[in-house]
């Protein structure tokens, strides 16, 4: 079951668009302008990096960081590990 969820959420990632990317920034608060959203999609579609790996979250932190600002790297870091847990999927983060 896990690997499905796993699998699910990648899927999410790769098909985001720019514009749920910018609703999504909004409805979180979250500062980013439509050309640091497309450029983030961009790299989402084709990172290599496990979202579920702390090696992967590390990596995928640095370019956002380098994308974006380093405040916004660890926002969405944050968001991320929050949204995680909330939904009962803890043990899926490694």
């Not at 790769?14 to 959203?37: D, G, P, W």
């Not at 790299?43 to 702390?54: G, L």
Request: charged share 30%; glycine share 2%.
């Amino acid at each position: 079951m896990s690997d499905f969820i796993k699998s699910i959420v990648k899927t999410k990632l790769q098909n985001l668009t720019t514009q749920e990317l910018l609703f999504y920034s909004r409805k979180y608060h979250f500062n980013i302008s439509s050309s640091e959203a497309e450029q983030l999609t961009a790299y989402i579609r084709n990172m290599r990096a496990d979202p579920f790996k702390a090696n992967g979250r590390l990596k995928i932190h640095r370019e956002i960081s380098r994308i974006t600002t380093k405040d916004t790297a660890d926002k969405a870091q944050n968001l991320l590990v929050k949204i995680v847990k909330e939904h009962g999927f803890a043990h899926l983060l490694e």
